[in-house]
T-cell receptor
Framework: AQSVAQPEDQVNVAEGNPLTVKCTYSVSGNPYLFWYVQYPNRGLQFLLKYITGDNLVKGSYGFEAEFNKSQTSFHLKKPSALVSDSALYFCAVRDRVGYSTLTFGKGTMLLVSP | EAGVTQSPTHLIKTRGQQATLRCSPISGHTSVYWYQQALGLGLQFLLWYDEGEERNRGNFPPRFSGRQFPNYSSELNVNALELEDSALYLC??????????????FGPGTRLTVL
């Protein structure tokens, strides 16, 4: 079975400071990893994904994530937070075999203060 | 290019009734996924359809069912509604089995309220 853990329900950061949203995963084989963002009363928007290759993945809106196989982590980062980054962030994992589906973490609320 | 669309936006039902939710995928996408987002529970996978076939099913009772039509649109049916079925139901689409690592594209959701 595959699973995702987002250990923080909420992350608070001041505008202009770097931000990190943590994610660890568990799969039987090699993973596909994704980050999505959800703004209030909206569906999820794709930010970035790791498939293979370079462990540092760059995505939309200046976000990036680092795949760490030994620590089974895929933390989301941004060098300088914006107030408009405040939203709910979801990490998701998918195994590479068969009819595997996406498993999402419970989400981390990011609050960026002015 | 139009995104994933869902209807209705809001749906209010009473306990024991049936609800039908609809989803149209992005043009060219053959896979449709359904998720339930209940307060505090994150996204729970419900169903996955591709090329008209059910490919996978989440841990939900049989009263949650669906289908995919020849034009790849999809319908989610929830029978014998219970209060705990109140949630945001999200539909997503992707290009299909040929591209398993492709991201899913989400619709805005249908808010189901069961009274």
């Amino acid at each position: 079975a595959q699973s995702v853990a987002q250990p923080e329900d909420q992350v608070n950061v001041a505008e202009g400071n770097p931000l990190t949203v943590k994610c660890t995963y568990s799969v039987s084989g090699n993973p596909y990893l994704f980050w999505y963002v959800q703004y209030p009363n909206r569906g999820l928007q794709f930010l970035l994904k790791y498939i293979t290759g370079d462990n540092l993945v760059k995505g939309s809106y200046g976000f990036e994530a680092e795949f760490n196989k030994s620590q089974t982590s895929f933390h989301l980062k941004k060098p300088s937070a914006l107030v408009s980054d405040s939203a709910l962030y979801f990490c998701a994992v998918r195994d590479r075999v068969g009819y595997s589906t996406l498993t999402f973490g419970k989400g981390t609320m990011l609050l960026v203060s002015p | 290019e139009a995104g994933v669309t869902q209807s209705p936006t809001h749906l209010i039902k009473t306990r024991g009734q049936q609800a039908t939710l609809r989803c149209s995928p992005i043009s060219g996408h053959t896979s449709v996924y359904w998720y339930q987002q209940a307060l505090g529970l994150g996204l729970q996978f419900l169903l996955w359809y591709d090329e008209g076939e059910e490919r996978n099913r989440g841990n939900f009772p049989p009263r949650f069912s669906g289908r995919q039509f020849p034009n790849y649109s999809s319908e989610l049916n929830v029978n014998a509604l219970e209060l705990e079925d109140s949630a945001l139901y999200l539909c997503a689409s992707s290009p299909g089995l040929a591209v398993p690592y492709n991201e899913q594209f989400f619709g805005p959701g249908t808010r189901l309220t069961v009274l």
